[in-house]
């Protein structure tokens, strides 16, 4: 029947890989057991009952525990000394995880050599980092949307292209660096094509990245196209009836093919006509 806070031990409480801005794992423990020192408990109505609650804000791994003992010196131990608490209903209560931080994405390439917004002459490769404290090869979610909308590759099609840029991504590809939460993967976009990039990362907490962050001087991060292959010129005339070697006595008409995917006429083309009379 006689409660006071004091007879209330938080010392179950541990804190761990703190993720929160400028508080230490001792600085959330802390904060943690003033909260409930500072708590006001409810007693139900005619009952022995008294509630109060706790709340669990900052990001970091928690182990929780809860011993009392009231006034006659009785505790809530078992016989060898371990806490018997009811927890309902409740999910994972003993040891669990705060995190309310995204993933953090940061992509850059070892060619940014761009040509008219958009256009690469040589490959390029693509290092991907991703930051942050949950991640784990068995159950980090990577979906990366590789869109292929053509190539010049003999012998591959779109859907190949993507599955060879997508085992680049595999799980087993991802390096920790320097036992930080970065980890990093490299893709090589070495086939001829046009390429949309999306990256979405989903980490345990179900935490998913918003936005895709490009090292500064990036060219065309998200979407590209990759050409390594000349253009074909051709010039057909249709008079060749030369005398004395170059001397036509009727006009002629040149008919120019030019064999290129990436052409635009209005950019790609110098054509350079020089004519001389006696004037």
Known sequence: RYFTDSTLELSGITVKNSNAD??????????????LEKARWKRKKETDTYTAELVF????????DIQCTDLAGNDNLD????????????????????????????????????????????????TITVTDRYFTE?????EPTIVVTRTNE??????????DLEKQLAKENWKRVNHTDSYQVTVTYQAE??????????????????????????????????????????????????????????SRT?????VEHNFDAKKGMDIVVQAYTDE
């Not at 962050?213 to 065309?220: D, I, L, R």
Request: include cysteine; hydrophobic fraction near 35%; proline fraction near 2%.
């Open 22 to 35: 400028k508080k230490t794992e001792e600085e959330i423990r802390e904060a943690l057991t003033a909260q």
């Open 193 to 250: 094509a046009d390429y949309a990039f999306k990256l979405v990362c989903t980490d345990l907490a179900d935490n998913q990245n918003q936005t895709v962050n490009y090292a500064e001087g990036t060219k065309a991060g998200a979407e590209f196209v990759i050409d390594k292959t000349k253009p074909v010129v051709t010039a057909v005339f249709n008079n060749n009836q030369a005398v004395n070697g170059k001397y036509f006595t009727d």
């Open 138 to 142: 068995a159950a980090f979610q990577l």
């Open 254 to 258: 040149v008919t120019i093919t030019i």
């Open 154 to 163: 003999t012998g591959k099609t779109n859907e190949s292209i993507r599955q």
């Open 79 to 126: 016989m060898e000394g371990n806490t018997i608490v009811d927890y309902g209903a409740s999910t994972v209560p003993t040891a669990f995880v705060i995190d309310k931080t995204a993933p953090v994405v940061r992509v850059s390439y070892n060619n940014n050599a761009v040509e008219n917004n958009k256009y690469f002459a040589k490959e390029r490769t693509a």
């Open 57 to 64: 804000t900052e990001d970091a791994e928690y182990t929780f």
